[in-house]
């Protein structure tokens, strides 16, 4: 037997089916983001690594990104996020944009992990972010997107949740537990991998970190507390907020959503499913700094990101894909014989124009193998003209849907086809 070449580690094919779905996924992603008037764009595949090593933290840039030299001997790394991107483009045009921008986009990452179940080392991401507003009302609507994103894929507020905390707030309670400035950010660090550890461990860690049995204490007591949102300003009028959009069902206050990546300064925010696995789903938050850290001018923003893999394995559990429609066009023209193949090309192109999906079968066979092959494939109507059809002006068209069929004058067959297309979708 032959070798096959096998994939790259981590990379995923897509085969029809499987490409069905991320265009499924790409539909609704857009029809959500374009209601609250956002607009899409993309950046680089390809960025230079200096633009993540100050901005995304060590551990995306050392052990997560793809890093090659180029031929010039550059280090160039397959983007592992956009918001980097993001935050350089409007540096670069900061003059001639009209703010706030709303902008989203959905496209492919790369981060070197260990494969598992729900993480690829290549995957398919939507970004959306809010720039240059600062309000938590602002914070408020991107959560909202979110919901309404879980909203339209059919996820209730049983099967999934989002967890809201603000980083401001939670270093005003560091500092009321007497955690010094210099030790917060490796505390947040901390906080954030609470649920990736065995208790014993996390405490051990974070006694290692230089907390003291009394600030563990504290600490624990302060991430247990459900009320602590009422001591923040900002999370006071982010759930209003909410509460005006209608979703809020949706978002509750968690004390232990930190977020990893460092440039977070406000409100961050993560979305899980509430079974027993809670798979985190997606992520985000409100930033201050990004723009004026790759040369621009101040500008805050909020944003959030989530990946297609994870959200795919969640939807699979609640039965919310759509079944896979395998045929791309609803008709068959067939070709009876080799003195009988003009006709059937210029039905189908007739077909075409009148706006119907037509396949025309490639060559002369038997008819019994182009039928099989139209039931393979998934095709309704099946167009079929012969020597009595041809001498008549007519064409018999089979339903294979309903198992039945009909000879009609080849004029009136594109308008036949679409009456029974349009009697299905009003069903």
């Not at 075409?352 to 037509?358: E, I, P």
């Not at 494939?377 to 012969?386: A, E, K, L, Y």
Request: some cysteine; aromatic content about 10%.
């Amino acid at each position: 037997m032959k070798t096959i070449i096998q994939t790259v580690k981590g990379t995923r094919e897509f085969y029809p089916p499987e490409m069905a779905i991320r265009s499924w996924l790409y539909s609704v992603i857009r029809k959500v983001s374009e209601s609250f008037g956002y607009q899409e764009y993309d950046g680089p595949f390809l960025e230079k690594i200096d633009l993540y090593a100050a901005k995304s933290g060590e551990e995306l840039v050392k052990e997560q990104a793809f890093v090659f030299p180029d031929r010039g001997g550059e280090l160039i790394a397959l983007r592992p996020e956009l918001t980097p991107s993001l935050a350089r483009m409007v540096a670069q045009r900061q003059g001639e944009l009209a703010f706030p921008l709303r902008w989203w986009s959905f496209g492919p990452f790369w981060r070197y992990e260990r494969p598992q179940k729900g993480r690829t080392r290549e995957f398919f991401q939507w970004n959306i972010d809010l720039i240059g507003t600062s309000s938590p009302e602002c914070d408020a609507e991107l959560v909202t997107i979110c919901a309404a994103f879980f909203q339209a894929v059919g996820l209730t507020t049983e099967q999934v949740g989002i967890q809201v905390n603000n980083r401001r707030l939670m270093d005003s309670a560091l500092a009321n537990l007497g955690i010094p400035t210099d030790l917060r950010p490796a505390v947040f660090k901390f906080i954030d991998r609470r649920d990736k550890m065995r208790p014993v461990d996390w405490d051990a860690f974070g006694l290692e970190l230089g907390l003291s049995p009394n600030q563990m204490e504290g600490l624990k007591a302060l991430l247990e507390d459900t009320e602590l949102w009422k001591q923040s300003d900002e999370l006071v009028r982010f759930f209003e907020a909410m509460d005006a959009m209608g979703l809020s069902a949706y978002a509750h206050f968690d004390a232990s959503i930190i977020r990893g990546l460092e440039y977070y300064t406000g409100t961050v925010f993560e979305a899980r499913e509430l079974s027993q696995e809670g798979r985190a789903i997606l992520g985000g938050g409100h930033y201050d700094n990004l723009v004026a850290d790759v040369g621009g001018d101040p500008l805050p923003g909020v944003g959030f990101a989530m990946g297609d893999v994870m959200i795919q394995i969640v939807l699979e559990q609640y039965g919310l894909i759509p079944p896979y429609q395998s045929a791309t066009a609803p008709v068959l023209v067939t070709i009876f014989d080799e003195t009988r193949q003009i006709l059937p090309i210029r039905l189908a192109s007739a077909f075409r124009s009148a706006g119907l999906g037509v396949i025309l079968y490639p060559e002369p066979a038997k008819l019994p193998k182009q039928f099989k092959y139209a039931d393979r494939i998934g095709v309704r109507f099946v167009v079929i003209v012969g020597p009595d059809e041809e001498l008549a002006g007519q064409v018999t068209i089979k339903d294979l849907m309903l198992r039945e069929q009909a000879t009609i004058p080849q004029g009136e067959a594109a308008g036949w086809i679409k009456g029974r297309l349009a009697q299905a979708h009003s069903l």
